[in-house]
């Protein structure tokens, strides 16, 4: 089975006296699964996320994710990989509320050199898919939480990544708007998306993942399996 993600003895210190935030820890994610990363507040779940999407490095062990050993990787190869490679959804959407809602997703697919009518042509595809399509010229602003978070994972899934890392994905929406970022995230796992999912709301890790761990004090505390998605 091809493993999208292998952290090896991989570690994160801020504090050269202190505990690790994150780690030692051992951990692989196979492609296809679902995987959610809960914990209190302070456990290290944003330190693992930050090591996974390259935005942060390990000070103990390696970080190989699609493949690529991307600790040892520079800056601009690191920020080319991630563009490839990985998708991102985040709490607060992050969208350039100055571009449409098409713009915003073909963007980054522009930056890797991708023909603006080809972009264009895959963000068309996605607005269709996630149901957002008679919102292609209008602008972030003017669109509900639950819609400009369906942009935001248009805008992560444009250049096809490997893996879609989503940080809080519905913890800035409203109760009805959540359920709906959560069944779009079970649609994607449905169909084959690797998706690693951060998220407070064990509710959210259970309808919408196969597997989730549990970090107390940077430490991998419990590795459970769903059977499946419901």
Known sequence: MTQVIELSGTARRYD???PPAL????????QGEALAVTGPSGSGKSTLLNLVAGLDRPTEGTVTVAGTRIDGLGERALARFRRDRIGMVFQFFNLLDDLTVTDNIQLPAQLTGTARRTAATRAGELMELLGIERHARAYPGRLSGGERQRVAVARALVNRPALLLADEPTGALDS???EDVRALLVDLHRSGQTVVLVTHDLALAEAC????????????AADTRAEALR
């Open 209 to 220: 993942a196969t597997r989730t761990i549990h970090l107390v004090d940077g430490q991998l």
């Open 16 to 18: 050269g006296a202190g």
């Open 23 to 30: 780690g030692p820890l051992d951990l692989t994610v196979a």
């Open 176 to 178: 009805a708007s959540g």
